[in-house]
């Protein structure tokens, strides 16, 4: 176990619903990440929080958005889902910011859009 | 920009065999960099890092390897086994922590 907790493990929707993924970080962990990882895909970098604060910016659709609350937990929030949208989205987080923390993943949310 | 690449992208080899994976980089930033064992339908687990003051890390049956000057590292398995199978990815820290993956290779050891 990580110690990182996504909640729901499995989500079906319809197209052009919004859903929104929960990640609490490891306790003491500060930094939050998403990633996307489609079918057969790699890992792809959405966006990073760091103590509330976004701190980094990837490849994240203007549908999508995310923040960090006082708590530290994350959520991702997906509008105007399309198929394209289905895929395992993880979680990590990391002691701090800076390039030498490893990185600790949550078990993921299986997002199905039909 | 940043970019790690990740080859070969499958990897079939017998049990008991070794089994490289190279990655190469582009940020010379990058100073962390961690290799990452996913089986089928759960998370990435880290199985192994290493900094750039070091040249290699060992870990039992896993060793890597870093050269910054080529910006380029490697994972070696020895002696591998059917539980190894799985994709391993490579991946390079940027300087706000976030991590870069390599595309991933598909390891199969053969019983």
């Known amino acids: 176990d990580s110690g990182v907790t996504q909640t729901p493990k499995h989500l079906i929707t319809a197209t052009g619903q919004r859903v929104t993924l929960r990640c609490s970080p490891r306790?003491?962990?500060?930094?939050v990440y998403w990633y996307q990882q489609s079918l057969d895909q790699g890992l792809q970098f959405l966006i990073q929080y760091y103590n509330g604060e976004e701190r980094a910016k990837g490849n994240i659709l203007e549908r999508f958005s995310a923040q960090q609350f006082p708590d530290l937990h994350s959520e991702l929030n997906l509008s105007s889902l399309e198929l394209g949208d289905s895929a395992l989205y993880f979680c990590?987080?990391?002691?701090?910011?800076?390039?030498?923390?490893?990185?600790?993943f949550g078990n993921g949310t299986r997002l199905t859009v039909t | 920009g940043e970019n790690v690449e990740q080859h070969p992208s499958t990897l079939s080899v017998q049990e008991g065999d070794s089994a490289v994976i190279k990655c190469t980089y582009s940020d010379s930033a990058s100073n962390y960099f961690p290799w990452y064992k996913q089986e089928l339908g759960k998370r990435p687990q880290l199985i192994i890092d290493i900094r750039s003051n070091v040249g290699e890390k060992k870990d039992q049956r896993i060793a890597v390897t870093l050269n910054k000057t080529a910006k380029h590292f490697s994972l070696h398995i020895t002696e591998t086994q059917p539980e190894d199978s799985a994709v391993y990815f490579c991946a390079g820290s940027s300087n706000t922590g976030k991590l870069i993956f390599g595309q991933g290779t598909t390891l199969q050891v053969k019983p």
């Open positions: 990590a987080s990391s002691v701090a910011t800076g390039n030498n923390s490893p990185l600790h």
């Open positions: 306790s003491g962990d500060l930094s």
